[in-house]
T-cell receptor, first 110, second 112 residues
Framework: GQNIDQPTEMTATEGAIVQINCTYQ??????LFWYQQHAGEAPTFLSY????GLEEKGRFSSFLSRSKGYSYLLLKELQMKDSASYLC???????????FGPGTRLSVLP | SQTIHQWPATLVQPVGSPLSLECTVE??????LYWYRQAAGRGLQLLFY??????ISSEVPQNLSASRPQDRQFILSSKKLLLSDSGFYLC???????????FGSGTRLTVV
């Protein structure tokens, strides 16, 4: 089967660093993706990892460990506009579709 | 550049009425197209995907159907809506399995 777990909610302070974890169990693996979704809007692509290690993209970084079925999204220098849901998604071995996690709702407080 | 259009933005429909949501993509050819649904506070559920004209794969059996009459057009339909069909419907496209989805702006459907 396919299962992706993320914390439901997280709260952090403006200017701080927050790490959003994602664990997965899927039928094969062909990439892990992170999306940001503001309330009432469509998700937008943030980053993806295919190989183990850290991918840095400005204030956002994403890490993958395939052997552990684990990823995290690291957000630095948090801003109020970072308040959103963050969706972890895994592409399965058949490559035809993603399995999306339930999302983590991040609230950034002043 | 590529763009994706989805309409309408909001829809309120009575139980038992039909549904038609349309999605079109511009600026690309032969995209993979997807319909997702997101219930309130829930994750994204894949409903249908299409790799070409007339090719539809269904992920979840239900009273919805999808069609792809043209390369860049994807339609989600229902003959009779149920209360449980309420949700946020999102169309997405992907170019040649690169793994990056671009989502439309979504349709918020409320069945009453």
């Amino acid at each position: 089967g396919q299962n992706i777990d993320q914390p439901t909610e997280m709260t952090a302070t403006e200017g701080a660093i927050v790490q959003i974890n994602c664990t997965y169990q899927t039928s094969g693996f062909n990439g892990l993706f992170w999306y940001q979704q503001h309330a009432g809007e469509a998700p937008t692509f943030l980053s993806y990892n295919v190989l183990d290690g850290l991918e840095e993209k400005g204030r956002f970084s994403s890490f993958l460990s395939r052997s552990k079925g684990y990823s995290y999204l690291l957000l630095k220098e948090l801003q109020m506009k970072d308040s959103a849901s963050y969706l972890c998604a895994v592409r399965d071995n058949y490559g035809q579709n993603f399995v999306f996690g339930p999302g983590t709702r991040l609230s950034v407080l002043p | 550049s590529q763009t994706i259009h989805q309409w309408p933005a909001t829809l309120v429909q009575p139980v038992g009425s039909p549904l038609s949501l349309e999605c079109t993509v511009e600026g690309t050819s032969n995209p993979n197209l997807y319909w997702y649904r997101q219930a309130a506070g829930r994750g994204l559920q894949l409903l249908f995907y299409s790799v070409g004209i007339g090719q539809i794969s269904s992920e979840v059996p239900q009273n919805l159907s999808a069609s792809r009459p043209q390369d860049r057009q994807f339609i989600l339909s229902s003959k009779k809506l149920l209360l449980s069909d309420s949700g946020f419907y999102l169309c997405a496209w992907e170019l040649q399995r690169q793994g990056i989805y671009t989502f439309g702006s979504g349709t918020r459907l409320t069945v009453v």
